[in-house]
């Protein structure tokens, strides 16, 4: 086989790797919302007081479930138990959603406020997930200043649980929409490019980004058009 005709069947064995990796992440990206949709609705009608009364506790073994569950599903990233950890993990994301849930469904037009953010959060996604996906541009240069950002966010999420300022707040949201906005097509970039080849880990890295904006532009939503009585 001549170099050239053997270079053009290897480009073409990893585009269509590529594609099977992004449309099985796509379908277990939205296998994943069911949980979520399920945990939601549980965490709405569950008592949260003990993380308002110790909001640092609280965040701490929030993470300490999250990070075990992120650890059960990279370790069986390639097989079916990865599939269910994940789920699990949704579901468990989904509960946790319920203090930012209740708060917004105590207002005038909360109801109305979580479909904008829901709405915005789909439109942002398959937005920049088209670009991704259309351009096939690698945007893996991204890559060091969204982590950094990310640091830098959690720590000021961290310190403003002591001093609970209201700006801070608004300014957190405002950047993580951004950050989280970069990642999706950070992510998406890399399956699209053949960087991730796994789809049980791509869909958790995006299901994040996905998540983590809602929060966020729910959020500032609720800090900006909220009404209150």
Known sequence: MQPELRMTSQTTELALAANKVLRNTYMLLGLSMVPTVIGAVIGINLNFSFMAQ????GFILMMAVMFGLFWGISKNRENSLGIVLLLGL???MGLILGPILQAALHLRNGAQLVGMAAGGTGLIFFSLATIATVTKKDFSFMGKFLFIGLILLIVAMIANMFFQIPAMQ???SAIAVLIFSGFILYD???VVTGG???YIMATLAIYLDIYNLFVHLLSLLMALTGERD
């Open 54 to 57: 110790s909001p640092f506790m």
């Open 90 to 92: 949704t579901f468990f």
């Open 170 to 172: 608004l300014t957190i």
């Open 188 to 190: 998406v970039s890399r």
């Open 196 to 198: 991730e080849t796994n």
